[in-house]
């Protein structure tokens, strides 16, 4: 990592060339720039992590739902009376519209630019989600959490692209391991919440208190320029010099005045039928599997985890549990935020194996280990064994997911970056929907049906992630659309 200081001069070398040749830039001496030239300029520093600071904070949300869900469900089971049909209902409803939103509104920072749709779709986050608190039935939190669903479509993939769009390109992995690194010290956090104060101060409560930090969220995203990148390919250069200024300026670094922005202006933004050109058709459907694979099994195993530990599975009685009302088991929720807990070490892991080794190989082997994992489940040993197991298993999902969360935004144009990660997401968000409802209708009638469908998904994972060829490591991000 280079500090801002440091990054006076410009970079020589293939980045350069490569900007050069992609916006015809002439060298020497001529004030006109490619916004790769200003950012190489600018360097990494105080801009930057506020930037990263903020957006990961945002994106917290996404991660601590289901935690937040599947500790609620028993309570508004008893509750609400809450019948099998509706306890599946409140629990895939969120991640659902997620899947929908994330597909048909993804576009929406690819044309109107991404501060101003993710400020839209924050606030709709927080006021629905801290409506659901105050709900008196289960069918206004029901429609509550649909539009939390709706609001979360868009707000994780615009903070993935938005991070890495305000960095030069040999520093653009930073932003989504930051990212990564809050939402699963998040998910920890939220499960240590649960253990702490759910038995003592209610659900509502530990709901509400969930959604306060988006209203500070929100309040630090009013601070930041819209991405450069985006002003760009838009043909807002005015805009966009005023945005890499103001981030100069927190560097310490000063831009001449008669720097002009070289505009490689692309006219159809955000065209979802660019993801399946013959350029981008075989990684968009791997990408999709591997992602639709990873978030089946992550929220699959959070809502699995507290229903086999609160009934005993690999040291219980050996049957399949009755649907009924039962207290929370404070022991429950501390197992659950112990397997979680790998999650935080797995993003470090993903980084610095797609770092070293590339993308291509790191895919690969963290699904591998994904799948070794699901395999050891079937051999009930123990509780103590079956939580290391899960450990394990949360560790490869996230890791892989990590490395295919930095090939997304390498791999894709500016012009149709945000897009792609919406539609791509909601694959994920898809295969979370399934595999929370399906938890659900398959462990009351064996939970070794459960661990299959894990098999089945981390499988899926494996494949794809083996047949991924392409290695972005040292590709250059480009602006428009080939």
Same mark, same amino acid.
């Given at each position: 990592?280079?500090?801002?200081?440091?990054?006076?001069?410009?970079?020589?070398?293939?980045?350069?060339?490569?900007?050069?040749?992609?916006?015809?830039?002439?060298?020497?001496?001529?004030?006109?720039?490619?916004?790769?030239?200003?950012?190489?300029?600018?360097?990494?520093?105080?801009?930057?992590?506020?930037?990263?600071?903020?957006?990961?904070?945002?994106?917290?949300?996404?991660?601590?739902?289901?935690?937040?869900?599947?500790?609620?469900?028993?309570?508004?089971?008893?509750?609400?009376?809450?019948?099998?049909?509706?306890?599946?209902?409140?629990?895939?409803?969120?991640?659902?519209?997620?899947?929908?939103?994330?597909?048909?509104?993804?576009?929406?920072?690819?044309?109107?630019?991404?501060?101003?749709?993710?400020?839209?779709?924050?606030?709709?986050?927080?006021?629905?989600?801290?409506?659901?608190?105050?709900?008196?039935?289960?069918?206004?939190?029901?429609?509550?959490?649909?539009?939390?669903?709706?609001?979360?479509?868009?707000?994780?993939?615009?903070?993935?692209?938005?991070?890495?769009?305000?960095?030069?390109?040999?520093?653009?992995?930073?932003?989504?391991?930051?990212?990564?690194?809050?939402?699963?010290?998040?998910?920890?956090?939220?499960?240590?919440?649960?253990?702490?104060?759910?038995?003592?101060?209610?659900?509502?409560?530990?709901?509400?208190?969930?959604?306060?930090?988006?209203?500070?969220?929100?309040?630090?995203?009013?601070?930041?320029?819209?991405?450069?990148?985006?002003?760009?390919?838009?043909?807002?250069?005015?805009?966009?010099?005023?945005?890499?200024?103001?981030?100069?300026?927190?560097?310490?670094?000063?831009?001449?005045?008669?720097?002009?922005?070289?505009?490689?202006?692309?006219?159809?933004?955000?065209?979802?039928?660019?993801?399946?050109?013959?350029?981008?058709?075989?990684?968009?459907?791997?990408? +999709?599997?591997?992602?639709?694979?990873?978030?089946?099994?992550?929220?699959?195993?959070?809502?699995?985890?507290?229903?086999?530990?609160?009934?005993?599975?690999?040291?219980?009685?050996?049957?399949?549990?009755?649907?009924?009302?039962?207290?929370?088991?404070?022991?429950?929720?501390?197992?659950?935020?112990?397997?979680?807990?790998?999650?935080?070490?797995?993003?470090?892991?993903?980084?610095?194996?797609?770092?070293?080794?590339?993308?291509?190989?790191?895919?690969?082997?963290?699904?591998?280990?994904?799948?070794?994992?699901?395999?050891?489940?079937?051999?009930?040993?123990?509780?103590?064994?079956?939580?290391?197991?899960?450990?394990?298993?949360?560790?490869?999902?996230? +890791?892989?997911?990590?490395?295919?969360?930095?090939?997304?935004?390498?791999?894709?144009?500016?012009?149709?970056?945000?897009?792609?990660?919406?539609?791509?997401?909601?694959?994920?968000?898809?295969?979370?929907?399934?595999?929370?409802?399906?938890?659900?209708?398959?462990?009351?009638?064996?939970?070794?049906?459960?661990?299959?469908?894990?098999?089945?998904?981390?499988?899926?994972?494996?494949?794809?992630?083996?047949?991924?060829?392409?290695?972005?490591?040292?590709?250059?991000?480009?602006?428009?659309?080939?």
């Amino acid at each position: 990592m280079v500090d801002a200081k440091d990054g006076e001069s410009l970079v020589n070398g293939s980045e350069e060339s490569a900007a050069s040749a992609e916006y015809g830039s002439t060298a020497g001496g001529s004030p006109k720039q490619t916004l790769e030239e200003v950012y190489s300029r600018i360097g990494v520093g105080k801009a930057q992590y506020i930037f990263w600071t903020i957006l990961a904070s945002i994106a917290y949300f996404d991660t601590t739902e289901m935690v937040v869900i599947s500790t609620i469900v028993p309570i508004l089971r008893c509750e609400w009376e809450l019948t099998l049909v509706w306890e599946t209902m409140i629990n895939v409803s969120s991640f659902l519209f997620t899947a929908i939103s994330g597909a048909l509104l993804g576009k929406l920072p690819d044309i109107y630019g991404r501060r101003y749709i993710l400020s839209i779709a924050l606030a709709a986050l927080f006021f629905s989600a801290a409506g659901s608190a105050l709900a008196q039935s289960k069918l206004q939190f029901l429609l509550l959490r649909c539009i939390v669903g709706i609001s979360m479509g868009v707000t994780f993939p615009t903070v993935i692209v938005y991070s890495t769009e305000i960095v030069r390109n040999s520093s653009r992995e930073i932003g989504p391991l930051l990212v990564v690194c809050v939402c699963n010290i998040s998910i920890f956090l939220c499960a240590v919440l649960a253990y702490l104060i759910l038995g003592a101060v209610g659900w509502r409560w530990f709901v509400f208190i969930n959604a306060i930090p988006l209203v500070i969220c929100l309040i630090g995203l009013c601070l930041l320029p819209e991405s450069p990148r985006y002003l760009v390919v838009s043909g807002r250069k005015d805009e966009a010099l005023v945005a890499v200024s103001k981030m100069a300026a927190w560097n310490g670094v000063k831009i001449e005045n008669d720097v002009e922005l070289v505009v490689h202006q692309n006219e159809n933004l955000g065209s979802i039928s660019d993801l399946l050109t013959p350029a981008y058709r075989k990684e968009t459907v791997l990408l +999709s599997i591997i992602y639709f694979g990873n978030l089946l099994i992550l929220f699959g195993a959070i809502v699995f985890i507290p229903l086999a530990l609160y009934s005993g599975f690999c040291g219980g009685e050996g049957k399949a549990p009755e649907h009924k009302c039962e207290e929370i088991k404070q022991d429950s929720l501390f197992q659950l935020a112990l397997i979680l807990s790998g999650a935080v070490l797995a993003s470090g892991a993903g980084y610095l194996s797609a770092m070293k080794l590339g993308r291509s190989i790191s895919l690969k082997m963290f699904s591998v280990g994904g799948f070794i994992s699901t395999l050891i489940l079937y051999k009930c040993f123990s509780p103590r064994v079956t939580i290391i197991t899960f450990f394990f298993l949360k560790f490869s999902q996230t +890791s892989n997911n990590m490395v295919s969360l930095i090939i997304v935004p390498e791999l894709y144009p500016t012009a149709i970056r945000n897009t792609a990660i919406g539609f791509i997401n909601s694959w994920g968000k898809l295969g979370g929907v399934v595999g929370a409802g399906l938890v659900y209708v398959l462990y009351y009638v064996s939970p070794y049906l459960v661990i299959t469908m894990f098999a089945t998904a981390s499988a899926m994972v494996m494949v794809s992630s083996c047949c991924w060829s392409r290695e972005t490591r040292d590709i250059t991000m480009t602006d428009v659309v080939r």
